[in-house]
């Protein structure tokens, strides 16, 4: 049954690769676009040579890094946000330029006052708190004043509150954005290796198969990265929806 229902986006893929096989062929220019054979080649290649692992788990650990410290700054503006007036009107605007600045922008400003080995995690921070801000804020918001009310009339403690009604309101809002963030985390994460150019770091193989013009390399450490950020969504996805089932038989 499961695989009924995965069919249609498995056919899509093979679609996808096929178009990209025939691209390829047209174009008949490695150096161009390399076909799937040759990428898929290269990146068993590299899945044979010590510094892809290495380049892999920097950054990974980075871009973790960037995107656990996004979450809590997240979580700790939404909740400034929705304690207090004041608090609200200096986040919002806050929120919505980090929101809004370009992620090229951030990581050349970052590289004024920072290191080429930090910059790619608090550019990743950077991107995920407004996604994780605002949506942890609708959630809390969501909480229904009915219950707000009731909870107030039984003199409900306020830690009971914030365990009872608005962490189970703000968890789906929460996960959304997490699953979200996590994509957006590896997008920024190597974008920022690709332009500092640390030492190690997927971005940084990015960097030097474009200045040796290593085409196939760039596609091969390019579907690498897609898969990594794939797996940690699906990571995440499984994690939250687990959590929900327990919720639910709780």
Not at 75 to 102: D, E, N, Q, W
Not at 118 to 143: D, E, H
Not at 164 to 181: E, N, R, W
Not at 214 to 235: D, G, M, Q, W
């Amino acid at each position: 049954m499961k695989f009924k229902k995965k069919l249609p986006y498995i056919l899509a893929v093979v679609f996808w690769l096929a178009v990209w096989q025939a691209a390829a062929m047209i174009v008949d220019k490695e150096l161009l676009l390399p076909s799937v054979v040759t990428t898929v080649a290269e990146l068993f290649r590299l899945l044979q040579t010590s510094g892809f692992y290495i380049s892999l788990l920097t950054s990974i650990l980075r871009i973790g890094a960037g995107f656990l410290l996004g979450v809590l700054t997240g979580v700790m503006l939404a909740s400034v946000s929705y304690l207090s007036k004041v608090g609200r009107a200096l986040t919002v605007p806050l929120i919505s330029v980090m929101k809004a600045t370009p992620v090229a922008s951030v990581i050349i400003i970052l590289l004024v006052w920072l290191s080429r080995q930090t910059v790619p995690a608090v550019a990743t921070m950077l991107i995920v708190v407004p996604i994780v801000a605002q949506n942890v804020y609708t959630g809390f918001t969501s909480v229904d004043k009915q219950l707000l009310e009731m909870a107030d009339a039984f003199h409900m403690s306020r830690k009971n509150k914030i365990f009872k009604l608005y962490i189970p309101s703000a968890l789906p809002y929460f996960s959304t954005s997490a699953t979200v963030g996590i994509g957006m985390a590896w997008k920024a994460g190597v974008a920022a290796e690709v332009i500092c150019n640390p030492a190690f770091g997927l971005g940084a193989d990015l960097y030097e198969s474009k200045i040796y013009l290593e085409t196939s390399k760039t596609f091969a450490v390019t579907l690498a990265v897609i898969a990594v950020s794939a797996a940690f969504e699906v990571i995440f996805k499984a994690i939250f929806k687990k959590r929900r089932r327990g919720d639910v038989k709780a």
